[in-house]
């Protein structure tokens, strides 16, 4: 599917969460209406998002927590699954965009492409559920279901690569925090 199509989906069933997105779903994100104040970018903290995110559940509990990630970025910090699942937050629901590249640095193959699995990593790091999906179809019938059941969960996004230009959103990490922190009434 494309990245955009992925997006869609996933800001229509949004309602209310938090999100923390990094890197190419940033500027997608804002594209579909959905950097309010509930909303974080994570530019230049390549492979923090989870952890970002995990902050995020932990400290707001009876809110649901969308993680946009890459799976470039992921692998830079693969021992975030274990931290998250150690954790046990109900609320964190972490979507990876799977292309295969670090789309960021000019589509750099992934190492030991095809020989892994986030779906079973993430399992085996503790998480509650894991699921994949390959088309938009599939993630809106299965989405909803995801929702409904309790975290830690880890959904990987097969997302075509994308050649066109590299895009990040056009506000300070400075601003996002801060209008993050006065959402959350943390000043």
Not at 9 to 16: D, H, I, K, M, V
Not at 114 to 126: E, N, Q, T, V, Y
Not at 153 to 180: F, G, T
């Amino acid at each position: 599917m494309r990245r955009q199509e992925a997006i869609e989906t996933l800001a229509a069933a949004r309602q209310g969460a938090l999100s923390v997105a990094i890197m190419q779903s940033e500027a997608p994100w804002h594209d579909a209406g959905q950097a309010d104040d509930f909303y974080l970018d994570v530019t230049g903290c390549m492979g923090g998002a989870s952890s970002v995110g995990l902050g995020l559940a932990l400290a707001q509990p009876t809110r649901k927590v969308l993680v946009l990630d890459g799976d470039g970025s992921l692998l830079m910090q693969l021992g975030s699954l274990v931290t998250a699942a150690d954790s046990v937050p109900a609320n964190l629901y972490h979507f990876v965009f799977a292309n295969g590249v670090h789309q960021s640095t000019g589509n750099q193959r992934l190492p030991a492409q095809g020989k892994f699995d986030f779906c079973r990593l993430a399992l085996a790091a503790g998480y509650a559920q894991a699921a994949g999906f390959d088309t938009q179809a599939e993630l809106e019938r299965g989405l909803p279901a995801i929702l409904a059941k309790p975290g830690p969960a880890l959904i990987r996004l097969a997302i075509e690569v994308e050649d066109n230009a590299v895009r990040w959103p056009s506000s300070s990490m400075a601003e996002q925090v801060q209008r993050m922190r006065a959402a959350l009434g943390a000043g």
